[in-house]
Structure formats: C-alpha cells, structure tokens
C-alpha cells in the first residue's frame, strides 16, 4: 500500500531546509516504514532568487495564499514563525480542509485554543511535536504514552540557548555577557537574543506543555518569568562549590488545587539528571501519579532534530495518527482556567548571596531578618577575608519558606546600613517525590 | 462524545491490579481526557478464591477461552505472562477480531512476527508499550515520534534487577550474592532471578527494540548475551577508580551493512547519562541521523508504571491512534532477517584485569600477548604490593580491538606460568558521536 500525500512548505529557512533533506534523502526509508510518499507541491519564501539552489527541484513561490488552498495539498508545514502572516495562514488552511504541522511556539502561547478549535470545528488536525523540545516526543509522550497519569509537576530545560550559555558560564567561570557573544559565534543564539534570554520563549513552550499535562488552559501571561541576563559568574560558581548547577527551568507544579507556573534561574543539585544537561541539550522532567519519575533529553533545537519533529508530525497525520487523537482527545480546547497559585504563596529553598562590610552585628542583622519571617537557615558560607573594609559575599540556604516571606525578609535586609547592594535570591528546587514509589 | 469499550483481563496479579486501580480511580480523568469509558467485563485469574475482595465488582472467572470471545469485548489484555497459555489466548482473541496489549516480552521475542502477521490479517492490533521499559514511552518513541530517523545505535539499561543489584554493589562494596538477597528482600528480584541475572529478560526486549528501531527481524537467538551473575566486586571497585560505573547494557549498534546485536556487562563512563541511572530505574539512548543523541529514563518496571503503559496503549486503540500507526507500519512484520555482525568482528575498547604473580618478566609477558594480537594499551594500573609472593591484580584498559583478536590474546595472556586466575575481560562503551551535529 502505498499512498502519496501533498504538503506544502511555508518558510525555507533552517528548519524548512533541514525538512526537504529528510523528505529527500530518506524517502526511502520514510516509504519502507510506512507506505507514504510526500509531494512536496509548493515551497514558500519571501523571496525565491535566495533559493535558486532549490528551484529547479521544487515549486518555489511567494503566494503563500494560493499554496495552501491548492486542492492537492493535505498538509500545510508552517515553518515561518512568528505570529503573522503565519497565524492567517494557518487559520485559511485549517478552513480549507488541510491538517496543519507547525513549530510555532509563540504562535500557539497566544492562539492555540482557537487555532485547535478551528481544527476541530473542520475535522482536520494540528501537529506541533517541533514546537517544543525540538526533537524530544514530549508532545506525543503526553498526549499518548502519558495519557493515564495525573501529573504532579513537570520541570524543564527548554531553551538550548540560555541553557548552552550557562553551560560556558559554568565551564569557563565567563560572566553573562562573554557567554553569550561565544553562544552568538557558534550559532547557538541570534543576533538579537532577548526573547531566549528573558525567558519568554520557555515560558511560551511552558503554556504549551503544561496544558497538556494538567488539562487547564494556561497562557504565556499566567507564568511568572525571570530570565538568565542578569546572572553572574559569581554565583554560579558559589553554587557549584555547594554542590548545585544553575538551570533556567520551567516548572508547572500541582499545589492543592492550584498550579504554580514559573520560568526561572534554579538552583539544580548535580544529583538531579537535569543538572548533567549541558550545552544546547533540553530534556523535560515529569511526575506522574503511576510512572513516577520520567525524564526525557535530546536536542530541542537545531535543524535536523526540529526537522524530525516536523517529518513524524507529517507520518503522524498520514498514517491517521494525530488526526484520530486530535479528533479524540478534549486536551487542546475548551480547557477550563488555570487557578494559578499566588507567587507570593509559592514554597521553595532559597540561594541567597548577601553583600556586606564585615563589620560587628551585620550578620546578627542579616539572620534576624531571616528569622522574623520564619525562614530557618540550612547553610551559611562566608570565608574569611583580609580586610575589614571590603564588602564580603555571605552565601546563605534555607529551608523551605513561602516566597511572600522571603520577599519581606530580602526588603528588610537590603535595608541594612552594612548591606553593600542587592542581595541576590535564587530558588533551590528539590526533585519532587514520587508518590507510591520506592 | 463518550465512548464504553469492553476489555478482559487475562491474569489478575501486581500488574492487573494496578490497571484495575487506575481504571477504577481515574475514570473521570481519562473520560475528562479522552471520552472512553473502560468496561471490564471479565478478569480472568487462576484461583478466584484468591480475590474475593475484589469478587463484588468484577466479573471473575477462569474461563480466559470464554472470555476472549465474548461480543461485547474489543480489547484484551494479556498480563499473564511466559509463552502459554498466554500465546493462545491472544491468537484467538486476533482470530475474534480483537485488538490485544500485551506486557509480554518473552512471547514476543519468540511469537512477534507470527503474531503481528495474524493481527494484520484480522485488521486488529497490538500495543506493547508494556513489554519493554515499563512505563517509558520506548515504544511509541519508535513508531511515531523517532520514525523519520535512520537509527545509529540503541543502548538500554532495561532489566530493573540487573541494575538494583548492581547500583547495590557499587554503592555498599558488596558481592553479587549480597546484593542479589538484598534485592530479592526488597522485592526487586524474584525468588527465581535466572532470567534477570542471566540477561536473557534484557535480550528479549532487545529484541523488540531493535526489531523496531533497524527494522530487521530480530530473535533472542541472534544476540550474544553475558549476565551479571558471574561479576565480582572488585570489578565494580576498579572500574569506579578509573571514572566507569558497570551496567548492563543491551546494545544494537550498526557497523556497516549489519547489526551488533549484544547484552553484556559494561563499562560506562561516569559522564554517560546511563552512568546515573540507579536503582530499578530504566534507560534508553538513542542515536538517530536527524535527533542525534536521545535519552528515556523512567521506571522500567512495577506495578503502576507497567499498568500506567498498559492503560496509554487501551486509550491509544480505543482512540484509533494504534489501530492506524499498526495498519499503516511496516515495522511489525514481514521484516527481512537481521544480518548479525559475528562477534569477533565487534570492535570496542576493553577492561581487563589480570592476575598475576610479581614476578620478572610477568608484566612484559601480558603486554606482548597484546601487542602480537595489535592491542594497544589505553592504561595500566598496578598497585604496590607489600610481598611479592601474593597474586596482584592488573587492571589495564586498552584502545579499541576486535573481539576475536581480544579473545586470541586472553588465551595466551592466561597460559602464561605467571598467570594465577582467568583474565576478567569486561566491554568498555563509548558512547556513540552523534552524526552531523555539534
């Protein structure tokens, strides 16, 4: 048996070059496993004389529009990102009938509910397996092979970018902005990195993520997010020596009925698998209430793994896969709310470097600070120094406490006449317990 | 929309109780998630008696023929285990037009093909998520979201009391025999261990695997197995000294045109993710062309995590996800026959430890043995000894060789006058470059 099904490519960049190399070179295999055959009618690009290498092999044009209403197309790959002209698009191709493969994790923070209920309201599908983790099946994985847990808490590395960068931190004791030049040169951050760095880009594969997990609808503006641009060299290094990495993580967390949503520097302990992350690696921690503990790692950028994503999405909705669960599964729309826990109610440990001149009661000052907000200290570092008169770090962990406390407790002590500048407070995270398991 | 679909249950132990209990208490989530609604219409079980706590609610019986056939039953599900009755049933439950998931990998490494084949004929099918990996999503990995990969290599720790047993010795100094009662009291190991220890358990779910991931038939009897039950401490002990830890990996790794089919203990670097993985937990790395470097981890085994993999695969044929993967792919059957790369043309680097008297001319006679077979030496370990009559070990780890000159040089090194013991030759893996990526 075999069939052959016609697609049409929206943007040739990277990724969209990475998916014609598969398509071609793998044709092959791609029929040997399946029986499907994939025209490739239509590739679309701003401007086909940068593609000259191609045209003579494909179908190259910048009507966009008239590519994915073509009667021969069954699936529409949205590889242009951003949220328009690829959110139009989408949206035609879904009312023309087409499944849709798309990467788009900005586009779908913003419009997935629309977008899948377009889908469904035209029976047709939307495969985003390449939206996050590149090509980790943690959409799949979540949507099938998870499918009978509750899930406690997903935690995540899902920027390569940022994840790369404090992965040179770590290694070279480089500050913020030497990494990332580095990260620039090697092609592992753009030009303009803000939305990798800033964190937004994982908090959008977040709302993603968590969605499918806890069956709420969770949305970009739901997530409290801090970035990695204003870490220093200085405290990755002091939590390296008390034996923690620093991660930029995404963490969707079940807490009562609540879920608390973060994007966030963590402090990782190297006994943790995420912590062994390193470079532009990604890998996803669940925690379910039957699997217990599952971790997943791999490459969650780059052409070929993100081009894979989007070729298993393309097998996945020709051989009737996605479509059959996308038609089934009430976990892309009419999602209730999310009732999101209050940051301030948020509980975690805390890493805190407090800047002070060593001078008699300044720690007395720093503790009790601590201590009226009930917050009990598990370590404190402070190594001895020449001079009395230089500020000196004192490195404090604590043991769980509500972040409303800390906040209080930070503003009392940057209050302090001997405090030298703002303390930094990083969150601690400790691997959540498996339920039910040894 | 929501959707009853009948089920049986053959076999009614850990595994079927832990199905039972999230049918039973999460049947507002899955129908919340996906609209079906199990019915389980008989629990087959071999002493009735023995269950009466749960006789109020389920149909118990030991009519498993009966049962299989009935009309209003679409799914079976086997949890029974070893090759009959188990085989039969399912056959006839094919036969009946029903789809079948299966946790049985001692069936399938022997019955797959002949089974897959009968399925297809009948327009059924079969999940068997369970049968390796527990509840890793392994499987599904393989047929969906990895199918656009060429496959490199597979590398799995996927034998939960291999691994116990061995994260016992490394972590207490203990014997094998130690840690095996340890983990037989803790319930890690059954009171009959042959079939973990021996590897035979680890070989059969390679064989699934490997089927899966190269798309070639293979059997248990086209992989060269060793156990774990022959391995001594003081293996574990140098092996650490030298940054390695000792798993039991399945491996199937492509050299040229054939496939190096194994499962052996193994040296694997502390800085190997597979390295970290502890206790009675799972791992699969993955090498494919366009994903690179992938790794699984999770609870290979147990009740829940196996039952959470048996509910996924009933909602993924009650949705129509697996019923169409399993129609459309190839990968199940009538798949050519493996072409096993022999054994003495595997190449890998080597752990030896040698033991000998301390005599003039001991160390030189190892080293040529070596040499003469084009063995080059990587290290050398000899510590100082205080009498020069007791044996001393000689740990030496060498660069890359095949096996069959390894093997030609162990003869000689062990018919040396100075030799006291058979050599301890141990595989060191390293872990496969990903192809084309940085």
Known sequence: METHVGIVLLG??????????????????????????????????????????????????????????DPGVQIVVELMGGLEPAGGLIARALKAGKHVVTANKALLAVRSAELFKLAKNHHVSIGFEASCGGGIPIIDALTRGLLANRIDALLGIINGTCNFILSQMSQHGWGYEQ????????????????????????????????????????????????????LQADDIRYAAELGYAIKLLAIAERVGESLALRVHPTLVHNEDLLADVSGSFNA???????????????????????????????????????????????????????????????????YLRVTTRDQPG?????????????????????????????????????????????????????????????????????????FGQV
Chains 1, 2 share one sequence.
Not at 197 to 207: C, E, H, P, S
Not at 363 to 389: C, W, Y
Not at 393 to 420: C, F
Request: overall charge negative; charged content about 20%.
């Open 12 to 69: 040739c960049g990277v990724v969209g070059r990475g998916v014609l190399s598969i398509l071609d070179q793998e044709r092959d295999l791609l029929k040997q496993r399946t029986g499907i055959h994939f025209d490739v009618r239509h590739v679309v690009c701003r401007d086909v004389s940068k593609h000259a290498d191609i045209a003579g092999v494909y179908q190259l044009t910048t009507n966009a529009e008239a590519a994915v209403t």
């Open 179 to 230: 990494a990332l030049k580095e990260a620039q040169k090697l092609g592992f951050a753009e030009a303009d990195p803000t939305m990798d760095v800033n964190g937004r880009d994982t908090a959008q594969k977040l709302a993603i993520l968590a969605s499918l997990a806890f069956n709420v609808a969770v949305g970009e503006q739901d997530i409290a997010v801090s970035g990695i641009d204003t």
């Open 284 to 350: 996803i921690s669940v925690f379910g209430h039957a699997i217990g503990h599952q971790f997943f790692y791999g490459r969650g950028a780059g052409q070929m793994p993100t081009a894979s994503a989007v070729v298993a999405d393309l097998l996945g909705i020709a051989m009737g896969v996605i479509p059959h669960a996308f038609e089934r599964l009430n976990v892309h729309t009419d999602l209730p709310p999310v009732k999101v826990l209050p940051p301030d109610q948020l509980e975690s440990r805390y």
């Open 362 to 434: 300044a720690f007395a000052g720093i503790t009790s600070a601590l201590g009226r907000h009930g917050i009990s200290l598990k370590s404190v570092h402070q190594n001895e120094t020449d001079t009395g008169d230089n500020p000196v770090p004192v490195v404090v962990t604590t043991h769980r406490a509500k972040q409303g406390a800390m906040t209080a407790a930070i503003r009392e002590i940057d209050a302090l006449p001997s405090i030298q500048s703002p303390t930094i407070c990083i969150r601690i995270i400790d691997q959540p317990t498996e």
